[in-house]
Nanobody
Framework: VQLQASGGGLVKAGDSLSLSCVASESIFSTYSMGWFRQAPGKEREWVSTINTGDGATYYADSMKGRFTISRDVAKNAVYLQMSSLKPEDTAVYYC???????????????????WGRGTQVTVSS
């Protein structure tokens, strides 16, 4: 397994939750990493990306200010800290590698070939 995500769960609106994704060293040292999510009946949408080299971060507009992506180089890990969670944040969250990025750029799931198993986040009202 090259990408291993964890940390999902059931929380209440307004709560915080942190997701983790541990990658193999070859993946972490070579590629950007990020998170997508997929709500029931909806397409998989991009959440955030981090350049694992310089730590530059990118966010979907709807996540800015509430979600924070970070990395731990020593652990080959990427984290997604989510705060002020809303019921509409309910989705399966997927860790991904080699996610295209750039200022103002919105990647789509079809551009990504390296995926971890999803982790369910459920936010109750």
């Amino acid at each position: 397994v090259q990408l291993q995500a964890s940390g999902g769960g059931l929380v209440k609106a307004g709560d915080s939750l942190s997701l983790s994704c541990v990658a193999s060293e070859s993946i972490f040292s070579t590629y950007s990493m990020g998170w997508f999510r997929q709500a029931p009946g909806k397409e998989r949408e991009w959440v955030s990306t981090i350049n694992t080299g310089d730590g530059a971060t990118y966010y979907a507009d709807s996540m800015k200010g509430r979600f924070t992506i970070s990395r731990d180089v020593a652990k080959n890990a990427v984290y997604l800290q989510m705060s002020s969670l809303k019921p509409e944040d309910t989705a399966v969250y997927y860790c991904a590698a080699d996610v295209p990025y750039g200022l103002g750029y919105v990647p789509v799931s079809e551009q990504v070939s390296k995926w971890g198993r999803g982790t369910q986040v459920t936010v109750s009202s």
